[in-house]
């Protein structure tokens, strides 16, 4: 099952700045620390962290200090020019998408991320949680990965028996799909009841211009 991650569902043309610059929110920019780095052809590229005292405010603060301590110790920088970098294909066009929208993100604003959905025609739950969600609430990301395979396969192995069900909101009659969570860890522990599910979106071939 292919998945796509992370938030930026973007157009051809469109980079994962310019989305996530499309709506005010975002606090990310004064807590990055810039690092450069030497290129294998010549010239520096640029990796950017998120300052170690800045790092649970701002990616996960609803994660207890004792965890964000450790990930801002060991957190993989972005470079810089992958922020940059132009999509040059919108995928959601031809693959059904789904998409987790954390309304207390400090990096990527909600505003952005509802756009980024509804212009996806995307399959959207929003839920109350930082960026770090795959750390804070994974059982919830657990979820949106089952339904989106029930969705799309009709069959789906439960994350675990005891977390509560999301509605389906898929197609059965497209194999293929991208589910757009966020991060790299999925996990299967049961949530609260902090989920919204925003019901279901048609999916068209609506252009990227808005």
């Known amino acids: ?38 290129l294998p052809g010549g010239g520096t590229g640029t990796d950017e962290y998120i300052k170690v005292d800045k790092f649970h405010d701002q990616f996960a603060a609803d994660v207890p200090m004792s ?24 995928a959601w066009k031809t693959i059904p998408s789904w998409t987790l929208i954390t309304t207390e993100d400090r990096n990527i604003p909600p505003a952005s991320q509802r756009f980024m959905a509804q212009r996806a025609h995307a399959n959207a739950v929003e839920i109350k949680a930082s960026h770090a969600v795959t750390v804070s609430q994974p059982g919830a990301v657990a979820q949106l990965v089952e339904q989106a395979a029930r969705a799309t396969t009709g069959t789906a192995a439960s994350a675990d028996s005891s977390a509560p069900g999301l509605a389906s909101t898929g197609s059965g009659r497209q194999v293929r799909q991208a589910l757009v969570v966020g991060s790299t860890a999925v996990g299967s522990m049961a949530v609260g009841s902090a989920l919204v599910v925003l019901g279901r979106l048609r999916r068209s071939d609506a252009g990227c211009g808005r």
């Open 67 to 90: 965890v964000t301590d450790q990930m801002a110790a060991t957190q993989r920088p972005v470079a810089a020019s992958a922020l940059q970098e132009k999509a040059t294909k919108a």
């Open 1 to 38: 099952m292919p998945v796509a991650q992370g938030r930026f569902p973007g157009c051809a043309g469109e980079s994962a700045l310019d989305l996530s610059n499309k709506f005010p929110g975002s606090t990310l920019g004064p807590t990055l620390r810039s690092v450069s780095f030497p």
